[in-house]
T-cell receptor, first 109, second 114 residues
Framework: GQNIDQPTEMTATEGAIVQINCTYQ??????LFWYQQHAGEAPTFLSY??LDGLEEKGRFSSFLSRSKGYSYLLLKELQMKDSASYLC??????????WGAGTKLIIKP | DGGITQSPKYLFRKEGQNVTLSCEQN?????MYWYRQDPGQGLRLIYY???????QKGDIAEGYSVSREKKESFPLTVTSAQKNPTAFYLC?????????????FGPGTRLTVL
């Protein structure tokens, strides 16, 4: 079956670095997204990876390894406003987007 | 300002009643989507439309219906046949239905069926 796995919850300290992992098992692969969702709000786009490697966007970076079916989102210099859920979603060979349940990130002062 | 609007934000209905959730976008996007989000689960696709007057069932279409008569509008009807309709419903759009296009989400409608 098709599946996206990510940890349910993580805690980190303001100013620190955190890595949120995502593993996927899909029939084929056509790219992986990361979205941020604050409680009760709409998800907002963070990154899209289709090739192996690291893509950096300011404090946020996303990494993909297609051979390992693995991605991570790296958040640096954590701020309290980064407290949110982070959703990993992958496209399979039928261009269907499969979503993970999300990782709730709690930032402590 | 361009974006996606959903209304209302909160909706209460009695069991057995049909209810229609509104979704409008002024981004000139071809593709639109409806998702359902339940606690502890990933977003699940209900219906999607890649072009006006055309739509396809997603993973959990039973008990739901949609229409796409206008490019900017994609309303979702939750029928009485939907066994467990209480959920957070999200509408999204993208420039096209191609996988590399990010999806833009509306603020969501939280439906509670009493």
């Amino acid at each position: 079956g098709q599946n996206i796995d990510q940890p349910t919850e993580m805690t980190a300290t303001e100013g620190a670095i955190v890595q949120i992992n995502c593993t996927y098992q899909t029939s084929g692969f056509n790219g992986l997204f990361w979205y941020q969702q604050h409680a009760g709000e709409a998800p907002t786009f963070l990154s899209y990876n289709v090739l192996d490697g690291l893509e950096e966007k300011g404090r946020f970076s996303s990494f993909l390894s297609r051979s390992k079916g693995y991605s991570y989102l790296l958040l640096k210099e954590l701020q309290m406003k980064d407290s949110a859920s982070y959703l990993c979603a992958g496209y399979d060979s039928n261009y269907q987007l499969i979503w993970g349940a999300g990782t709730k990130l709690i930032i402590k002062p | 300002d361009g974006g996606i609007t959903q209304s209302p934000k909160y909706l209460f209905r009695k069991e057995g009643q049909n209810v229609t959730l509104s979704c409008e976008q002024n981004l000139n996007h071809d593709a639109m989507y409806w998702y359902r989000q339940d606690p502890g689960q990933g977003l699940r696709l209900i219906y999607y439309s890649q072009i006006v007057n055309d739509f396809q069932k997603g993973d959990i279409a039973e008990g739901y219906s949609v229409s796409r008569e206008k490019k900017e509008s994609f309303p979702l009807t939750v029928t009485s046949a939907q066994k467990n309709p209480t959920a957070f419903y999200l509408c999204a759009s993208s420039i096209t239905g191609q996988p590399y296009n990010e999806q833009f989400f509306g603020p969501g409608t939280r439906l509670t069926v009493l």
